[in-house]
């Protein structure tokens, strides 16, 4: 139930190619997921990787180019199908309140659960919401067009008192809280320290999304240290100058971002149709950032509490 | 070259389940493609399926269901990034523009050819269109929503003069012409007849699409005879009732269809995903007409000419 487990459904650019579908991808926090974009195919993914679609109580939406939304429409539809009654919202860039209006009364589905749109306009790091597993942030990137990216950081678990602490000092409930709020115990004019008493404080885990963004024109002080960095790598940076036309990275300029913001793993993705074999960006991005992922329809990558 | 060959991409309804697309088909006359719906995921068949999309002239939507739509945008906006030209002509229900147009507006698609759509509202069958391989006519069926099939009809040949005819009778340009146009031939006061000097007219091969449609409600005397029906069967006749309400047909109801109209063949297909396995539902048509086919995707089919 600890998961922090990141499932890609789709990372080709542009529309699918070579068995990969258009970017879409899933966060399990602790059982409760969270939808990042949702291109065309996106149902289909998830059925073919297990994914509980009705464990999903949030989509984000990157901006609003079709190979990130086309499969939403389609999405929404199927949850109804599937009886879906818990709430759904969904933050996205201007513009997607009309798109997903206009398709799904134009198509006359009948959806039976609530959809609330979030439209976000952002010109810095902005808190987006928070659940009891995780916070989200968005901050803008730099793409042909308004786009974000997104940075997830699991809540902080209270620390767990040991049982034998309590037992072998016998501590009253106003004691036990105290100590969860990390406030050392009194006992017999003797101060016990906190961190005998409670289990290590587990680690906040962290992820951050950064699709579609050439590496110049965005502030990303913000992702630093994080446990793992989803990043686009469209070309390979002999094509670096048609990349930045495009408002894209190459794989070179991801990796030197992940080590500059010293991430522990990076994961490439949103890859060019150009490319049958995603290697050559795997290597290139390797000999600047080791830990270097090439990211694949299907991948899972969980990251350890 | 003289196909007139059908491809399934997708026969599942309402939404993607046990390996099933949404609805989606390719009609390949003599080279000419042909696309009937567009759901979801219709583009990554056409890739698996290793459909020539850039042959492909018209698209025809039966209605506006998201089954049958969502992956129009998808596909439109693909043709693009594989640089098509040619223009492109969608044939659907009034709505269909605004929903491809807002699709398009709002993801900032860039379409490098010419999409024209042409809606259509019909109370009776009428010609679509034709071209020099087959006429398409389009015929309102019964759904819950306006909802269209189509008939295709390849475009008969003109004959052809059998090669030892034309040296044996030395046979001048005009009356070639005028073999050619079914006349007899003149010679030594003799008259030679037409079947003599000509291979036999070959047969023009049709097809009819009908989804989603209930059995009663609509006229279907256009169809007898011809020689591929695909046409729905939601649910088995057992559900019969909940077919009708919910504007279907059944397996049983479609092979009665099949057999009353005389066909060759029937296909069905556009599954309830109710259904994991479609056996029963192949079994049930064809306790009526035997020569039933259960569709699936990636089913090709050929009528030999």
Redesign the interface.
Known sequence: MDKFELTILGCNS????HGR??TSQVLNVSGELLLIDCG??T??RM?QYKIKRNQIRHILISH????H???L??FL??LS??SRTAPLKIYGPP?LQ??VS???R????HIDYNIEIVEVALSSLNPLFRTSKFTVEAFPVNHR?PCMGFLIKETPRPVNIKKDAVSTYEMSIPEIKAVKAGQDLLRDGKQIPNEDLTHPRRRARSYAYCADTQIYGWSKDHLRGIDMLYHEATYLDELREQAHTRGHATALEAAELAKRLDVDQLIIGHYS?RYRSIDALVEEAQTVFPNTVGGYDGMIRNIDA
């Open positions: 542009a529309m699918p190619a579908f258009p065309e195919g149902q289909m059925s609003l180019h079709g190979d939304i086309y499969g429409p389609g539809g199927s199908h599937l513009g009309e798109y206009t398709c799904l134009i198509s006359q589905s067009i149709s």
